[in-house]
């Protein structure tokens, strides 16, 4: 559930974001892609206790949308940068011709720029769904039920419960959580190589 919803929260914010940022112009355009880009270099623990502080205050501890939104947060910056570079190499005529059809910016947007995106739609969900899957600290803080904790607290909790020479739930626990994104790379790792590719040809 966090997974999916964090990669569903994350494909759909930052491609409504990289659109404008590269296909209009604005005053302060070129300000919110540096400002957006510069939070790259933010560490995560940085941010970590205003963040508790923001979902404390909006009473979403121990709930879904305080998974999901946050770790949405930690993706959005990188896939700002990803889809604009790849919507910069998008031809100006395509969105001429919608226009002369009468579409409007919205319809430009959900019905050629999002079909012509996939391959980087694509990779950005897996990246998005991998960062989602394997975080440990922000659900260790953040969550307080047992049964909400995704598979890395899960694992910390097996330690706790068997003995340190009780290795054998620990590694099945870890080779079930390994399971899903293995197969996510088998099935999607040409999305993966032809999406970063195809975004990195102007830039």
Do not use: H
């Amino acid at each position: 559930i966090v997974s999916v919803g964090t990669t569903a929260v994350a494909v759909l914010t930052s491609a409504m974001v990289a659109y404008p940022l590269a296909r209009m112009r604005f005053p302060g355009c070129n300000l919110v892609f540096t400002v957006i880009v510069a939070s790259l270099m933010i560490p995560n623990a940085v941010v970590l206790v205003p963040q508790y502080v923001l979902t404390q205050q909006l009473g979403w501890l121990s709930t879904y949308q305080g998974m999901i939104v946050p770790e949405a947060a930690v993706t959005f910056p990188f896939g700002v940068f990803l889809l604009r570079q790849f919507f910069l190499t998008m031809p100006g005529d395509v969105e001429d011709a919608a226009r002369i059809d009468g579409a409007n910016a919205w319809q430009i947007f959900t019905r050629i720029a999002l079909p012509l995106s996939q391959p980087v739609l694509a990779a950005l969900a897996i990246f998005a769904f991998r960062s989602a899957w394997n975080d440990f600290l922000w659900p260790l803080i953040a969550v307080n039920k047992t049964d909400m904790f995704p598979l890395p607290v899960a694992l910390a909790l097996l330690r706790g419960t068997y003995s340190s020479d009780s290795y054998g739930p620990i590694m099945a626990g870890a080779a079930l959580s390994a399971l899903p994104l293995l197969v996510v790379f088998l099935v999607a790792n040409r999305r993966i190589v032809e999406g970063v590719r195809v975004s990195g040809l102007k830039g």
